[in-house]
């Protein structure tokens, strides 16, 4: 599911429980959970060995993101190439470089990779292609058949693998990011403020095309302290309703609910500064009178004029405008990937921070463990304020 959508920058993330006790699992970009690398790594709950496995793992699992390798279709020649690339002895080409600029594991950090990567693919689920092939691989000491350990003459590395997994993760660009300052280029070329609010709010708010394109009048609340009572600050419900007129779709299906003219429930996103104002400057200037849809976004002309906007034509209008603005196919989800980014990293890597201030709906976060965070926690409210670019 999401690995199709996200690629690259795969990351180890500490998870600090209640008790006191911290817990190690991987997680995508956004901040959803590798369900398999979490399932393997929870057979080693409690022990020092999950964080070992998980650095080893995520080295693993960004090389196959690499290579454009899922699980279903890995076989064990994989496994043995990429064993071969961080440093052990295998006589196969072994493609791509990796880890450019760093030493090949030594010998005990090579044995530890063959065991994490052993456990690791024996507990998911085996295409049956991998299957015989790991049976016809089998090699003593192994009960199911998968033995990638390797030598290697090198010393082993006196850096902390977890340093420099960070740098190499830093060095790289997430590919569908946008290009630096793309945002102020983009408002700089569109010419209606409809289309300044769509670059704002999709900048600002980590909102799905589906989701900003199918908002209504009522399920923005844009003032201090809303009738909702669901937060102090500006914010906005995404609702989902099937029945919109543009086809604009929420894809989170959270219970909501219309009581006297006030929106409560869905996904709540909070609202910057920026995105008021370009709000207030769309309805003062171009939104028309009278309309009964209701819906946020509009058709500026022709004979819809005045009609709900549909996705494909927000999609266009940021196309044709980053062409432009010279900035090559600008998409909508690449507002939505920098935007996660950057509450990481103003978040120092909290995926939980980031996950909530971009209202992941991530099913495979499970919601009772992790548990939320506050949204007005302050290093919540200050991740926020710095991508929005506040104090700057
Ligand atoms: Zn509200």
Known sequence: MARHVVV????????????????WTIVWPEGSLHTEA????REHEGSGTQ???????????????????????VQLRDLERYMG?????????????WRVGKRPYGRSALSTAAACLKGFTCTKPLSAS?????????????????TVVGRSSVTRSRRCPRTRWRAEGAARRHPKMLPDGAREKLLQTVNAARDRLVVDWLADGGLRIGELCGLHLVDL????????????TPHLHVCHRPGNPNRAEAKTK????????????????RVSPAMVHSYFEYITTEYPRGTRHGMLLVQLHGADAGQPWAPVGARRMLGRAGKRAG????????????FTSAVLDAADGNTLIARDAGGWASAAMVDDVYGHVDIHDPVFDAALRTVWGEGR
């Open 327 to 338: 900035l090559g196919l600008v998409k909508p989800h690449a507002f939505r990937h920098t």
């Open 51 to 73: 964080k070992t496995y998980a650095y080893y793992l995520v080295d693993h699992l960004r090389w196959l993101e690499r290579e454009c390798l899922t699980f279903g279709t």
């Open 8 to 23: 690259g920058d795969l990351r180890v993330q500490r998870i600090d429980r209640k008790d006191g006790r911290r817990s």
């Open 38 to 41: 979490d399932r393997f790594l």
């Open 254 to 269: 959270h219970p909501w609910q219309l009581e006297r003219g006030t929106v409560t429930g869905g996904l709540i996103k």
């Open 221 to 232: 609340h844009l003032r201090e302290n809303s009738a909702c009572g669901e937060c102090r």
């Open 130 to 146: 991998t299957a015989s092939s790991a049976r016809s691989s089998t090699s003593p000491g192994c009960r199911h058949g998968w």
């Open 85 to 97: 690339i961080v440093g052990a002895e295998i006589r196969m080409p072994l493609g791509e470089p």
